[in-house]
Nanobody
């Protein structure tokens, strides 16, 4: 069983920055892909960024160049550094660990960007 706990959300003005954290239990965390997703009110959940166990990263076009995903395996934590935030980045952000038997999800952390 893996538990994912997100933190770091909050209210920020457009152009500002936030760093989200996803802390996980379980050794599998260190060797597996971790994703960040987000869901805005009235919209479907959408992919934001991914990091592999080897540190290879991938980003949605909408956040490329503004967001950076990283991981600290010693702390079982994945981070999402979000810079140059826009009002359209407002959403609940979720940490995700995909697996064949059913993905693990965190509870989410709210990010609100004011204009």
């Amino acid at each position: 069983q893996v538990q994912l706990v997100e933190s770091g959300g909050g209210l920020v003005q457009a152009g500002g920055s936030l760093r989200l954290s996803c802390a996980a239990s379980g050794s599998i965390f260190r060797v597996t892909v971790i994703n960040w997703y987000r869901q805005a009110p009235g919209k479907q959940r959408e992919f934001v960024a991914q990091i592999s166990g080897a540190g290879i990263t991938y980003y949605a076009t909408s956040v490329k160049g503004r967001f950076t995903i990283s991981r600290d395996n010693a702390k079982n934590t994945v981070y999402l550094q979000m810079n140059s935030l826009r009002p359209e980045d407002t959403a609940v952000y979720y940490c995700n660990l995909p697996r064949v038997g059913g993905d693990y999800w965190g509870q989410g952390t709210q990010v609100t960007v004011s204009s």
